[in-house]
């Protein structure tokens, strides 16, 4: 066509934006938070993640201790003094490298409630918040299901996804190429949050539906089997079963 340049591809930013609004519409996020708000706080702030800090000062304590007493016993059995220090000092560094591993595991959980959320500790005064943040540091509601991940071909690693029959994506959420124990460690978190949120809002559990419903749907089913059984005079034990449970 005359007039026309050769045709070039829309810059990146274009395409994220579209792929961003397209997101929006599916209505899984509703918007993307550069910092939690004032009013929330991330889960190792929370109460009920303290004792994961107490524990982690007291394993450092308890490892200084243990270090210093086989040190001590390693001179006592006739080693040097330096044997003695450098085995103290090997099982404080261990112990200290383990417990901060650990630590940092839960540390790091990319989950932040408001002030309202069961992990505040207090009596809630109004609708429960959870937030999770991605990949690249944007926080995101979940929206109103349990959240699991699945493998991100385009971008690669791993995206949170709603764990609904459709599974709307919310958004890239981790660069692990496969789900590690830690990555489940903080999946399960945040499902309890989403979970404990709902239960504050009063929102009926999805789960729980979807077993009623199943429940419902066996029911009717038994109830239309026995009715083509009408006919016959001997009825099995199954039959007389479901008969007892009408």
Known sequence: MEGRGPWSPPPIASLERDVERSVNRGGCMAERLQDVPLDM????????????????????????AIGAVMGLILVALGASGTAGVALGT????????????????????PLAVNLNHPFMGDEPMGPARVLVRMSDGSWVDPGSHRVRIAKDEL????????????????????KAADKTPLIARHLALINQAIALRDAVNEVPDPIDEAREREALDSGLLARSWLEDEEGIEVESPLVSFFRQKE
Request: charged share 15%; glycine share 14%.
């Open 155 to 174: 971008m690669g690693g791993l995206s949170l996804i709603q764990d609904t029959d459709e599974y709307p994506v919310i958004g890239h959420f981790h």
């Open 41 to 64: 706080r991330r889960f190792i702030d929370t109460p009920v993640a303290k004792g994961f800090g107490a524990g982690y000062r007291t394993g450092l304590m308890a490892g200084a």
């Open 90 to 109: 090997l099982v404080v560094l261990v112990n200290g490298a383990v417990l901060t591993a650990r630590y940092r595991s839960h540390a790091s959980t």
